[in-house]
Every structure is written in structure tokens, then in C-alpha cells.
């Protein structure tokens, strides 16, 4: 099966369903795109980025040679019948049942927004420590690097000259019209009082002019699925996070 190398055809077959494509989408920055292969017929992509392969697929038909070209362990974010295939010739572990959520363009707390700071590069610190309040519950976000604060858009919320929340995006391309938004965490005493709300409409606020936001939360993140859809997400689909961690013995 061949690879794609064509940046047009990638981003026509990735716009067919670019909230399930969002994270994709923003893979074909300049900056980005070299460490990426992409194969087909199902279009699937190998993503070599801090330290992680990172496997997308948008359907099961060119699993098997895309696993010929990563580097174990592997991210997995797919849907159910990649998975299956995936399982198919490796060891899969770790898995977590997801919820992609999409941006319709509405919000209602436009007003509070304006309560968040943007945070920079001088902030990676105070975020690290906020962040690290969720070790101990498994709460952390998963994927966090200073390099996000730079190139993304992130706002949070101080009280007694702490960080007590933060939201910002893990990808953001302007050129691509896409974004996702993450790493949003309120610390665990602080909770109850809007501050997620308030740091997620900042973040939207940062990204006007973007026509496909998305953003991943786990399936049985009830309180956190009321307030993205309080500020005008709704579910796309679902899909499984999870750890491929070698070839199967059987392979």
C-alpha cells in the first residue's frame, strides 16, 4: 500500500471528517508534517513526537503496514475497529474509552473569560505544579509540554499568587483552521467554583477565527462533559485511547 506524501490529498481525505481528523489536521504544520508517514487506503498516520509514536487512523485497511514503521510503545487514539485490528499483531494495554467533542461556535461566558491571564513560557513552571496535584488521583493531563505554551494558547486563573486552573490547546494550526484544546485542570480544593469554565471560554476566546475546535474527554468525565457542553460542544463520537506496547508472540 503506498504513502502519502502529497500535503493536499492528506488534508482532502482528513477534511471529510475533520473533527475526528482535528489532531491530523494540525500534523501538517511545516514544522511538523516531516515527522509524519501516512498511509492508506484508510488513512492512517504515524506521528514520531515527544518521544511517543502517536498512531491515527480513520479506519482499519492500512493498520498493518503503518505498525512496520513505529517505534514501540505506541499512542493509540482510534475507534473501535482500528483497535480490534491493531490487536490483532500487537500487545494493547491501557485502554480508555473517550468522548471527541466538537465546538459548535457558541458560549455564554464571554464576560467571564476575562477573569483568566494568558499564561507564556514564564508560566510552565506554576503550570507543571499545578498539574502535578493530579498525580496522586490519575488526574494529571496526559500530555503536557512547555512547548504547547509557546506555540498554543493558554489561559488560567491565579488566587494567593498560585495557579488554581488551566486550560490551553495540545495542537493549534492557524493554516489548517484547527485546534484542540486540553490540558485543562482546576486543583483538586478549588473545584466547584467555575474556574474550568471560566479558562476553557478564554482559551475559545484565543481561538476566534478557527473553524474546527475539538477536544477529547473521557467517557464517564460526566462533570467535565456538562460544562464543555454548557459552553457549546457537542459529542462527535467515541473512541479509544490505549497503549500498543509491542508485536504479539503470535505474529
Known sequence: ?????????????????????????????????????????????????????????????????????????????????????????????????????????????????????????????????????????????????PSMVTDGVFFGMDEGGSLVAAAGTHVLAREEHAAAIGNVYTRRDRRGRGFGRVVTSAVLDGLAGIGTIGLNVRADNDAAIRMYEGLGFVRHCQFIEALATGWRETV
Do not use: C
Open 1 to 145: 500500500m503506498p504513502i502519502l506524501t502529497n500535503k493536499d490529498d492528506i488534508r482532502a481525505a482528513l477534511r471529510r471528517d475533520p473533527v475526528w481528523g482535528v489532531y491530523a489536521l494540525s500534523d501538517l504544520d511545516a514544522t511538523l508534517f516531516p515527522r509524519t508517514k501516512w498511509f492508506v487506503p484508510d488513512l492512517t498516520l504515524v506521528l514520531d513526537l515527544y518521544d511517543t509514536t502517536i498512531l491515527f487512523s480513520t479506519g482499519p485497511g492500512a493498520v498493518r503496514e503503518a505498525l512496520d514503521h513505529v517505534t514501540w510503545p505506541v499512542h493509540l487514539q482510534v475507534q473501535a475497529d482500528v483497535l480490534a485490528e491493531v490487536a490483532r499483531y500487537a500487545t494493547v494495554t491501557t485502554t480508555k474509552l473517550m468522548i471527541r467533542m466538537a465546538w459548535n461556535g457558541t458560549k455564554s461566558d464571554r464576560a467571564a473569560s476575562r477573569a483568566a491571564r494568558r499564561l507564556s513560557a514564564e508560566d510552565v513552571p506554576a503550570l507543571r505544579s499545578l498539574y502535578a496535584d493530579g498525580d496522586a488521583t490519575g488526574e494529571s493531563p496526559d500530555f503536557f509540554f
